[in-house]
């Protein structure tokens, strides 16, 4: 684990140092809040509801940064050919796969963390406190922090089964890009059933996001291993 | 070792031996697979058949532990390029489980001349800077058996002598160094032994020396006189011309014989006798790139 780690931190360390991944960040993190100025009208009138919806919103969105950095994670390497010495060297390849996923993992995490609470901030200026107060309630807020959780290590485990298989960080990326598509159809679809079903649906969301998340796992396991990574080389 | 990837045959039935203290430079067209080797020796790749021993330890039954005992330089330094080279070197130290890595680097880096540059990032180096980090990456524990993939692959003139001459200094140093290469000059001035393959196999492989000289023995002679008189002296005395060509008023004469001692004075006595006039004659020395091209032209007839 401890060179899972090591690997995670350099890899957060390199996405980090690119100017555009900064920008991703940003713009990911200021998106709902623009969304809830735009939208202040009918959320002010609206059922609480909307709110939530963009409550889910600002901790979904975040976690598109992450598709970026699991479709590089191996694509990238290989392009560059860094994978050859990182795969020569005496390191389990559960600990590269799981150095991977913490370091698309964490800085998500981070990100819907920071997304959460600045709609919280400013949703609370916009609507008022006490009714954003009454609305998202600490178990509320960890619920969705928990999805956005789940729905990175859902996302990143199945992009990074592709960038371990694809050639070039760009077949990857397009990859990616049908992911993001579908992450937003999906969040479409949750938003108009949790304003019919609200709590039954965040929770059955939670639980087959959870299920999704072990079978991606399970089978990203399964699919990369050093030898399938070397040969395609 | 048998390595296949689907239906193509990588290597069928490789064979060989690198000891400590000896460069061994695995020769071999594109393709023929030098890569594919280097790789299963550095624990990467799995051998279909067969197996790979590196420092006593099977690469089928202990992987990690051989990639633990091999540094490997392959044709691009493929650095991560954002990092420095201190950090950069750190980083590979402690994936390799060296405790204390800063005294190993500083010595490093002051052997590779890139003292100065410590703290730079790499995106910053030049090609030839790259490779020397790159190999340092490779030494940064202390192999025992290093793996040099073209390594001089891009480097101009100076920083391939620069190259040659770390390779040698780490040969001192009694480590076992597999130089895969196409670089046949490369080879003949630091290998102690040659084995060159073709399509995946062995087709010959001895002391880097011995198969220079292998074959028969070459000569040519510079002479003055009339091609048709050279030709009457020789079938006389039962010599086959290999090459005659006319160049500024001069013949040149090459021929091969697997008996010098008799066959040559048999030669000059006929052209002696015809009244040609010999300029010179001298033995020719293969090099390492005409003894390789005429195995590999042999082992595909």
């Known amino acids: 684990m401890r060179k899972a780690v090591l690997l995670a931190r350099r890899e957060i360390v390199e996405q980090y140092s690119d100017r555009g991944a900064g920008f991703r960040a940003v ?104 009714r954003i107060a009454r609305l998202l309630t600490p178990t509320t807020l960890f619920g969705l922090f928990a999805l956005a959780i789940f729905f990175i290590m859902t996302v990143g485990a199945w992009v990074m089964v592709v960038s371990a298989r694809v050639g070039s960080q760009r077949t990857a990326q397009q990859i990616a890009g049908f992911v993001l598509g579908g992450m937003i159809v999906a969040l479409s679809a949750i938003g108009s059933l949790i304003q019919s079903l609200a709590a039954e649906i965040v929770i059955g969301v939670v639980v087959a996001v959870l299920v999704s998340d072990l079978v991606a796992l399970d089978l990203a396991r399964r699919f990369w291993n050093r030898e399938e990574a070397v040969a395609r080389l | 070792m048998t390595r296949r990837f689907g239906s193509f045959n990588a290597l069928s039935h490789t064979s060989f031996v690198v000891r400590s203290g000896e460069i061994v430079a695995l020769l071999g067209p594109n393709g023929a697979g030098k890569t594919t080797a280097s790789r299963i020796i550095a624990g990467i790749l799995a051998p279909t058949a067969g197996d790979a021993v590196v420092d006593g330890l099977s690469v089928r039954e202990d992987a990690p532990r051989v990639r633990a005992r091999c540094g490997l330089v392959t044709d691009s330094p493929a650095l991560y390029e954002r990092m420095s080279l201190r950090s950069y070197l750190t980083y590979f130290a402690r994936l390799y489980d060296v405790m204390s890595p800063g005294p190993r680097i500083a010595g490093l880096v002051e052997l590779m001349g890139l003292t100065d540059v410590l703290d730079r990032k790499l995106a910053a180096f030049s090609r030839g800077m790259k490779q020397k980090a790159a190999i340092a990456r490779a030494l940064v524990h202390e192999p025992p058996v290093l793996l040099l993939d073209e390594p001089a692959t891009a480097l101009d003139p100076e920083m391939s002598q620069t190259l040659r001459e770390l390779i040698v200094s780490l040969r001192a140093q009694d480590r076992a160094i597999l130089l895969c290469t196409h670089d046949l000059d490369e080879a003949q001035r630091i290998s102690d032994r040659v084995v060159i393959v073709d399509r995946g196999r062995i087709v010959r492989e001895g002391p880097t020396d011995e198969l220079r000289s292998a074959g028969r023995p070459s000569f040519r002679a510079e002479l003055v006189a009339d091609e048709a008189a050279v030709r009457a002296a020789l079938r006389t005395a039962g010599v086959t011309i290999g090459d005659l060509s006319a160049a500024n008023g001069r013949l040149e004469l090459r021929w091969t014989t697997d008996d010098p001692a008799e066959n040559n004075t048999r030669a000059l006595r006929a052209l002696l006798d015809a009244g040609v006039r010999v300029i010179s004659v001298n033995a020719e020395t293969r090099s390492l790139e005409d003894a390789y091209l005429a195995i590999i032209k042999e082992s595909r007839q």
């Open chain 1, 27 to 130: 713009f990911f993190v200021a998106l709902p809040i623009a969304l809830i100025f735009l939208n202040r009208g009918t959320g002010g009138r609206g059922p609480d509801t909307i709110l939530l919806i963009f409550a889910l919103q600002a901790a979904l969105l975040p976690t598109a940064t992450a598709i970026n950095s699991a479709a590089g994670s191996f694509a990238a390497e290989k392009e560059a050919q860094t994978l050859v010495p990182l795969l020569a060297a005496p390191i389990a390849d559960i600990d590269i796969v799981a150095g991977k996923l913490i370091a698309v993992l964490v800085p998500a995490a981070a990100l819907a963390i920071i997304s959460l609470a600045a709609y919280y901030g400013a949703s609370s200026v916009i609507f008022g406190h006490e």
